[in-house]
């Protein structure tokens, strides 16, 4: 007797005897866990649209590597099921199944079960920015107009994740409909290189969301996303305030200044430029932070361009007029991204700019109003005047990073010494 096909959410642990027809839409590379064991992660769904994690150890890898291939469909029966790990779980299944050489998997044909029946979270090209704050994943159809370096939002893709070519979807057929009746002026649209605007991606904070830096966290596992009102100066003047990148694909480059070289990921030659990345300080009523500035950001946040400090650049020193620059205190609310650094057997966040928002164009002064501790940079004022604000509290990242700059400063100076 021809056993009845089951739907996943009837699939427990323990169960024998039993098959499911699935479509595969997830398949990750192989990875090593920390126990030194490979594994690869799979999303099956049903026609219900149920899904489940499933996941190969192993040499079963290679062996079942050509048989479960990205949106084909297949029959499996009797996988182990098992409970999956909290830390594991990237869907709301409580389980997963496990797939091992000995697992029945023939591929089948299910006329209600292919890429035309999935269901899909398609996002307006437009409305991107308001996810890159977050790890939800989304779907994008569109044209392949040109494939171009933009520096600005960029869509990052997973192990998992997937390209469809002309998939057979109500979707894409209305979009190459659309295409093929307006070739004429897609074929104008122009393609502009070069350098773009440094701007914002994401919706611009609110008050609501602002915080202080005491707030930030001092550990994190992935990335964070937090908004400041704060008060931006540089104060470490040793540091190199720019690097020399590729005019093309803004890839950094050993290449020497003024001449052309091969980039190795273009495949051409072409001329170097010079693009900012420095260490600021951030600072509001409750204490201070290093971040650290990349590109068109670095240069918005002090109104300088990175061929300006690098024409400036003499013998390893920036320029006073630069320094002073610099080194004048603009107040901004700033996105900053929290990372993991890992330093002398501990975990601390490191934090870079992300986005910079003009304090005006967010909302009336007196709504948003920055509490400052010192009227200008505190280098220049000093510690010393009365204040009802709390004592400025330091980060565990911040003194980190700037006891290295200050190692870093002294071993500089003891090599200078040295040659004179």
């Known amino acids: 007797m021809k056993k009845q096909m089951s739907m996943i959410n009837e699939i427990q642990p323990g169960m024998r005897n039993w098959r499911a027809n699935i479509i595969v839409t997830e398949k990750s590379l192989p990875k090593m866990a920390t126990n030194g064991k490979v594994y690869q992660k799979l999303m099956f769904r049903d026609s219900e649209g149920t899904r489940i994690q499933a996941v190969i150890f192993g040499n079963d890898i290679d062996t079942l ?25 990237i869907i709301e299944s409580p389980n997963q199944w496990i797939l091992s050489e000995r697992t029945p998997i023939e591929e ?11 269901k899909y979270n398609f996002m307006p090209l437009g409305d991107i920015a308001n996810y890159y704050q977050t790890a939800d994943s989304i779907d994008v159809i569109g044209v392949r107009l040109k494939i171009n370096q933009y520096n600005g939002l960029t869509l990052a893709t997973k192990g998992s994740s997937s390209f469809i070519f002309n998939p057979a979807i109500p979707e894409a057929n209305t979009l190459h409909n659309w295409c093929m009746a307006n070739a004429a002026a897609i074929k104008k649209i122009p393609f502009k290189k070069g350098k773009q605007p440094a701007v914002a991606l994401s919706n611009p904070p609110t008050k609501d969301t602002i915080i202080k830096i005491n707030q930030l966290p001092t550990i994190v596992s992935s990335n964070e996303f937090h908004s400041l ?6 104060v470490d003047f040793q540091q190199r305030f720019w690097f020399l990148a590729c005019s093309e694909c803004n890839k950094i480059t050993d290449a020497d200044g003024g001449q052309d070289f091969w980039c190795n990921h273009c495949k051409k030659k072409v001329a170097p430029r010079p693009r900012c990345k420095f260490d600021v300080q951030l600072q509001d009523s409750t204490g201070l932070i290093i971040a650290t500035a990349f590109a068109e950001i670095a240069e918005k946040l002090f109104k300088v361009t990175a061929e300006e400090l690098y024409a400036n650049t003499i013998n390893g020193e920036l320029a006073l007029h630069c320094r002073e620059k610099l080194s004048d205190s603009r107040d901004y609310v700033i996105d900053v ?5 890992d330093a002398q057997q501990s975990s601390l966040c490191r934090f870079f ?3 910079v928002y003009d304090v005006a164009t967010l909302m009336p002064s007196d709504d948003l109003s920055l509490e400052k501790t010192t009227k200008k940079n505190p280098r220049e004022t000093g510690h010393n005047e009365a204040s009802s604000d709390p004592e400025p509290i330091i980060s565990d990242s911040s003194k980190l990073v700037a006891e290295e700059a200050s190692n870093t400063n002294k071993l500089n100076s003891k090599k200078k010494k040295k040659k004179e």
């Open 229 to 234: 009102q704060v008060s931006c100066y540089v």
């Open 353 to 355: 700019v992300n986005a």
């Open 337 to 341: 991204r929290a990372s993991k650094y």
């Open 65 to 89: 590597g050509e048989t479960l291939k990205i949106y084909h469909t297949y029959c499996i029966r009797n996988a182990t099921v098992q409970e999956i790990p909290t830390r594991h779980k």
């Open 108 to 118: 089948a044909t299910v006329d209600d079960l292919s890429v035309r029946n999935l």
